[in-house]
Structure formats: C-alpha cells, structure tokens
C-alpha cells in the first residue's frame, strides 16, 4: 500500500509517498522563502501560482524517485485546511483530478494533524495517550492526544501565534524572513539580562498563550533605543527568544500536569528551535516525563507528514467523495475520532 502525500498550505510544496512496508520511499520539498523574502512574509497570490507550477513535477519526480507506476498508488493525501485557500486548493484540485483518473482515493488531511504525527514516526514513537504542543507560524495548541483522532484542546493562541511572533518581531529589527531563525541567530550574540520581556498569561491559571502583548512590548523596547546598534539587536532578539520559550515551557509544564500524562510531543516549525527544545527537554527530565520531537527535516511543513498521515486515515477507514473541499480555518478537534470513521462530514461546512 503506497500514499502519495501533497502539502501545499502556504510556502511549500511538499510530494512524498508513504509505503505501509518500506515507510518513506520518496520525499521531495520545495520552499518558496526566495519568493516571499522582499515582501517581508507570504504572498498568498505569488504562494498559489507557485505550487501550481511546481506539484505536478513534483508528483513526477516522486514517483520516478520511488519507481512507482500510477497502478502501485493507494490513495491520493492532500492538505485540506487550515492554510491559505488559494494554495489548498491547487492541491486539492491536483489530488481530486489524479484519484479521478487513477480510480482511487483522495483524502483531505488536516494541516496541524500531519504535523502531529510526523513526531509519531521515529523508530520509538511515543505511546497514546500524550500531550502535544502544536507550534508553528500560525498555531500554537495544546492538545490531549488521546488516540489517532481523538484530540481535546487544552489551549491556544488568543491573538498572535509564536511563529507569527517571531516573524513579526525579526521584522522590527530589520532581520530577513523567515523569523525565527533569524531571531535564533542574532539571539546567539545577545547579553542575557539587559532586557527583560513579560511572560504572557503565565500570572494566571489556564493553558492559553497570547503573544500579541509582548510583541507590542518589543515595538516599544525598541522605540525607547532610537537607532538600534547591532548590539542592541542581539540583546533584543535573546530578550524576546527567551521570553518565548519560558512562556512555551511554563504552559507545556501545566499541562503534563492537569494531564497527569508522562509524555509531551512537540510539533510544527517552531518545534526546531534549539532552546526551546533545550528547555522542554530539562522540564520534562525534572518531571519524570519525556518529550519527542519530530526529525529536523519534518518540522516545517512537508510532504512526508500528509502521506504518512493519510495511510492512517486510509487504514482507518476513511474515505472522501471528489468534491473539491478546504477548509482554511479548521478546528482540530473537529476531526473524526477514531478508526472507521470519516471526516466527510467535517469538510462540508467550507467547500469551493
């Protein structure tokens, strides 16, 4: 059984084919970060005509990679939301169109679900039930994982996402996009202490995160300097990295226990940053519990982790009619719960 997986929700188009015997036979990434870089952030026009461009080759080239013949293919995955509607739906209508020809299926996967299981595919994958952090440019979750499927928000973002956070504040100090790694560059040279950030919603009980305070802070932090030496940069950059992380790692803390669970997964883009993973491997070490991470070339948006995660789906029972379907805002706790169910029924309240 083979899963082609086709990832298209921003600024990468992602091609992978899953195989229920050999796992990963083929992977292939394409990031439109060139495209995007003088715009300061994604362009959802230059995103969607781009991932036209490039899926069908890059569907190809899988295949080719894994000498694979449209006959040896399962099903078709695609992400189906959340993300940019315009970029969804060239995979989708790619997706729709090859199931159509090939006479297979095709599944709409949910974007931060496909994050979620890539940290599921290491040799030792962690055990359900865990906690998972869903991290990335436009989500920061806490979930309980239950099983496959069955996921309860703990709690999110209220404004800002960290990734968002991220891009926003690299962009005030002058610093290239994508932020984070930027803002994990300069924080290198920065000199701890000079300048103190909040740490949101942390005062108070609750598992939700708010970002758009501290960025804030940050805007006037760096209004109060004047012109910004590169000194200056870097102590910011630490300020606010570090602020990031301790504000993750309080809330990732609460959670494992109001879970009482003994493991934490970590999942989405910002999941490669190494403080963050530094900090909630200490945490977790002191509370007895362990923290997974998905492999460094998973944690940004790719193909691999919609075909892993549509042969779950496929296994489980599910099965989408042609209809082109995306939702770009998808509550993930609106998913199917469990094996032999559907997610039909989810994807029709948003369909084009």
């Given at each position: 059984m083979k899963v082609i997986g086709i990832e298209t929700s921003c600024d990468?188009?992602?091609?992978a084919i899953y195989?229920?015997?050999a796992g990963l036979i083929a992977d292939l990434l394409y990031s439109q970060i060139d495209l995007h870089r003088n715009y300061g952030g994604v362009v959802p026009e230059i995103a969607s005509r781009d991932h036209i461009r490039k899926t069908l080759p890059m569907i190809v080239d899988a295949m080719a990679k894994a000498g694979c013949h449209s006959r040896d293919i399962s099903a078709i995955a695609y992400t189906a939301g959340p993300g940019l509607i315009g970029a969804l739906l060239v995979g989708a209508s790619i997706a729709k169109s090859l199931a159509l020809a090939w006479d297979i299926p095709a599944l709409g996967i949910h974007h931060m679900e496909g994050h979620l299981l890539a940290a599921t595919m290491s040799p030792n994958p962690p055990p359900y039930p865990f906690v998972a952090l869903l991290v990335s440019g436009g989500h920061t979750q806490l979930m309980e994982c239950r099983a496959h499927g069955q996921y309860v928000l703990l709690g999110e973002s209220q404004?800002?996402?960290a990734g968002e956070a991220?891009?926003?504040?690299?962009?005030?100090l002058g610093l290239a996009y994508p932020g984070g790694p930027q803002i994990a560059r300069v924080a290198e040279n920065g000199i701890p202490g000079r300048f103190i950030f909040p740490r949101?919603?942390?005062?108070?009980a609750g598992l939700d995160f708010s970002f758009s305070g501290l960025k804030t802070f940050v805007l006037n932090t760096i209004h109060d300097q004047g012109s910004l030496t590169a000194q200056d940069k870097a102590d910011i950059a630490w300020a606010f990295q570090e602020a990031v992380v301790d504000t993750i790692r309080i809330k990732c803390q609460r959670a494992i226990e109001h879970t009482g669970l003994d493991n934490l997964v970590i999942a989405g883009g910002v999941s490669a940053n190494q403080l963050l993973r530094a900090r909630l491997q200490v945490m977790t070490e002191k509370k007895g519990c362990a923290v997974h991470f998905p492999a460094a070339n998973l944690c940004t948006d790719n193909g691999a982790m919609i075909a892993y995660a549509g042969y779950l789906?496929?296994?489980s029972g599910q099965r989408d009619n042609l209809e082109i379907q995306v939702r770009p805002r998808w509550p993930m706790d609106q998913l199917a719960p469990g094996p032999g169910d559907s997610i039909q029924t989810s994807l029709q309240p948003s369909h084009t």
């Open positions: 990468e188009t992602g091609v195989d229920a015997e404004d800002d996402a991220f891009d926003k504040v690299a962009k005030m949101p919603m942390t005062g108070k789906r496929l296994v």
